[in-house]
Every structure is written in C-alpha cells, then in structure tokens.
C-alpha cells in the first residue's frame, strides 16, 4: 500500500514547438531538479520520466507512516515551487510551466520488472492507472492538484480538502470522489471551501436549488473559480431534467 504521484506540464507540446532543442531541454532540466529535490526531501523515489512526465511513489522499498501525507505535501510543494522557477524562466525570456498533479493511494505491485538486459525497480496496477488519470483530470477540473479518496481519508485532520466531483475514469464503473488541497487557506478561501463542500452535499442529495445558492456563495468570495461555476451549470441543468432515481452523481468520464 502506497501512494503513486503522476505530474505532467500542461500544454507541453505547444510549449516545445515555441523553444529551440538546447533552449527546451535546459528549461525542463532545471524544471526536472526542482521537483525531483521536492519529491525525495518527501521521502518518494522517482520511477520514471514520461517525456515531460514524472512518475513517483511513496511507501517503498522502505514504508513510512506518514508516507500518504508526504506525499501530499510534495505535490502541494511543487505547485508552490513553479512560482520560482516560473520567475527565472521570464527573467531569461523563456515560456513559463503550468502543472498538475494527481496522487492515488492504495495496493499496488513493487519489484523489479523487465529482462537481464533492462532491469526497473518499478510499481504496476489498477491503482497506478487511477493516480495517472487523475493527473489527467486536473486538465478538466483546472485545478493544480487532484488527490483520490483514499487520500483524503488520510489527510483530512491534517490539511484543507475540498471535495471537486465523483468520477469514474475511462475502464472504470465505479465512481470516486477527487478532491483538492493545500497547505493553509486565506479566510476567505476557508469559508468558500466551507460552503462548497455544504453545496456538494446538497448535490448529492438532489437539492439543486440549495446546492445552487450554496455555489453563487462561493463564487461572490472567488469571482473566478471554475469548480463553483461548474457545479452551478450542473445543478441547473439537473433542476430542468430531473436525473434518473439510480442517479448517484458520478461523472462519467470518455476521455483520458
């Protein structure tokens, strides 16, 4: 049992084509030191590079107690982190990075896997392919940070978590609730996140109407927060067509 972080830079491709091939893989290496640095100071060990991808995990070879909360607070540190580096990049004319990153915990398979001629200490299963789609969803959710229930179960007494949607990713039936979090929260932004999760509640129990109002609140405190609007473009379109009675509000998702 472990956690598995994927963080991956948005638009990278886009990104590539504006960079000339020594300028681009400075960048990313400088990228690549700070949040290596950030990950292992949390105790994880990177598994691997995927192009502009870092795949990392917490909880072995050694397992630590507070390995779901380390590895957290990496994924929250390097979100922080990008201001720095995103400073530099301006300071020589360079693209700056936008990121997100998706943590899952559960089982997964460790050991050493391939042949005598290429040999990686690696992690495999269901719960890889969940942390790898939720890195996904911080695309469609906008926000720089997802992490699974699991997680949450983990780390709520000790950090601000706000519930974002129930899912269920491409090969998946059921769903599972993703949520956000940070280290501390402005006032402001502890009591949005308060009557957010106050409007996810109604949701669940198809009150539209007061899980609306609940929502407009939060969007009077955070003019521009996207999972507020969304909620609200859901819920009216849920108080016009009634959802089925099996209706569970799990998102489906068709896309990677």
Same mark, same amino acid.
């Given at each position: 049992?472990?956690s ?6 948005r638009g ?27 990950i ?7 598994? &691997? ?16 107690l507070?390995?779901?909360?380390q590895?957290?607070m ?10 720095g ?39 495999i299963?269901?719960m ?16 720089p ?8 179960? &983990?780390?709520n ?25 940070? &280290? ?9 996140w308060s ?9 669940y ?22 999972a ?9 379109d849920?108080?016009?067509?009634t959802p ?10 068709r896309? &990677?």
């Open positions: 049992v472990l598995i972080l994927f963080s991956d830079i990278f491709t886009s990104i590539s084509e504006k960079m000339m091939p020594d300028d681009l893989v400075n960048s990313l290496n400088r990228y690549f030191t700070v949040m290596v640095d950030i292992m100071n949390r105790g994880g060990v990177i598994d &691997k590079y995927i192009g502009d991808a870092i795949m990392a995990f917490f909880g072995a070879p050694v397992r630590h507070d390995d779901a909360l590895s957290v990496a994924g929250i540190e390097m979100n922080e982190a990008l201001e580096f995103n400073a530099q990049q301006r300071k020589i004319d360079k693209p700056e990075f936008q990121i997100g990153v998706g943590i899952n915990y559960g089982v997964v398979t460790v050991g050493n896997i391939g042949t005598d001629k290429k040999m990686d200490y690696t992690i299963g269901d890889v392919n969940l942390a790898s789609r939720m890195e996904g969803l911080t695309k469609k959710y906008l926000q940070l997802l992490i699974s229930e699991s997680l949450y179960l &983990k780390v007494e000790k950090l601000p978590c706000r519930l974002i949607d129930s899912v269920a990713v491409i090969g998946k039936s059921k769903g599972a609730k993703i949520y956000t979090t940070k &280290k501390s929260l402005t006032e402001g932004e502890s009591r949005a009557l957010h999760n106050a409007g996810m509640e109604r949701y129990n198809r009150d539209f109407p007061t899980a609306i109002r609940y929502f407009q609140q939060v969007r009077q405190i955070l003019p521009q927060d996207f507020s609007e969304m909620m609200i473009a859901r819920c009216r849920y108080a016009r067509n089925p009675e099996d209706w569970d509000g799990v998102e489906i998702m896309e &990677k």
